[in-house]
């Protein structure tokens, strides 16, 4: 059981095994925080994943970072840094039109 989900970006999965169904939320958050990096990749990264374990930052369990994809129960969200595109399945949003998005929590 769970809720796993990913997100990518360049060759890195962030994962969460219970917060798959909010990832949309988590990642649109991420990006209104984050939006004076969004062309720094490596700070960008950071606060994409801070945004995933805010409530469980010193757990040992619920969330990692591969460069392979792990479980999975939810669409893929592909982080472009480089064009600045959020890619989910075959939907494609700018990041401006990403955070402009009503995705529930």
Not at 2 to 28: C, M
Not at 42 to 62: A, K, P
Not at 71 to 92: A, F, M, T, Y
């Amino acid at each position: 059981m769970g809720d796993r989900g990913n997100i990518k970006v360049g060759s890195i999965y962030f994962y969460t095994h219970w917060g798959g169904s909010e990832i949309k939320k988590i990642l649109q958050n991420a990006l209104v925080r984050g939006k004076g990096r969004w062309e720094d990749e490596s700070y960008l990264n950071r606060i994409i994943f801070c945004e995933m374990i805010q409530e469980d930052v010193m757990g040992e369990t619920g969330y990692g970072i591969s460069t392979g994809i792990c479980d999975n129960d939810h669409p893929i969200l592909e982080v472009d840094v480089e064009n600045q595109k959020i890619k989910c399945g075959d939907l494609v949003w700018t990041f401006e039109d990403y955070i402009k998005q009503e995705f529930e929590e």
